[in-house]
T-cell receptor, first 115, second 112 residues
């Protein structure tokens, strides 16, 4: 069972640079979620996809953030012109169907540090 | 915004003791889930309880749900040092998109 895979695990960047993270969900999971987690807090919802369609975005997702899931498989999350406040763990999760009774399967996250 | 709020924020116990964590939420829900997170890792699903259920067991875990009080509890019996982790409840609002909303979590330390 290959779980949710995220790459890279860690990213250190300078303020103002662009970064892109990748998430490979569990095969055939049609829902994919991005969450952000800061130290001592729970995950905060950013956006989710059903297949290739981005169905909902949080108000946390400013114009500098963009997410794609071009073929309904892997997804990328890009942050442009990074700010120090973007430093966080970015978590990806997937679930097998559009149902409220299936749990999320999380990757181990990408930890972003903006200096 | 975070729908669920766990209590306590931190819990420190000795191996063999029971650990109880509570979660309160604000709106009507379809279900409530508990997740565990080891430091620097992703979350792992532990147990799901539906809104029409009152209690559920899984191994050393026992979850209760009181929809009238909008609260849930997670009990870990006979704790082990390996149970040291953060525990989060997640809810999805009834009638909304299925987007699990997480609380701030309880940090559990089990001393060997």
């Amino acid at each position: 069972d290959t779980g949710v895979s995220q790459d890279p695990r860690h990213k250190i960047t300078k303020r103002g640079q662009n970064v892109t993270f990748r998430c490979d969900p569990i095969s055939e999971h049609n829902r994919l979620y991005w969450y952000r987690q800061t130290l001592g807090q729970g995950p905060e919802f950013l956006t989710y996809f059903q297949n290739e369609a981005q169905l909902e975005k949080s108000r946390l997702l400013s114009d500098r953030f963009s997410a794609e899931r071009p073929k309904g498989s892997f997804s990328t999350l890009e942050i442009q012109r990074t700010e120090q406040g973007d430093s966080a763990m970015y978590l990806c999760a997937s679930s097998p169907r559009d149902s409220s009774i299936t749990p999320l399967h999380f990757g181990n996250g990408t930890r972003l540090t903006v200096t | 915004s975070q729908q669920g709020e766990e209590d306590p924020q931190a819990l420190s116990i000795q191996e063999g003791e029971n650990a109880t964590m509570n979660c309160s939420y604000k709106t009507s829900i379809n279900n409530l889930q508990w997740y565990r997170q080891n430091s620097g890792r992703g979350l792992v699903h532990l147990i799901l309880i539906r809104s029409n259920e009152r209690e559920k067991h899984s191994g050393r875990l026992r979850v209760t749900l009181d929809t009238s009080k909008k609260s849930s509890s997670l009990l870990i019996t006979a704790s082990r040092a390996a149970d040291t982790a953060s525990y989060f409840c997640a809810t999805d609002a009834r009638g909304g998109s299925y987007i699990p909303t997480f609380g701030r979590g309880t940090s559990l330390i089990v001393h060997p």
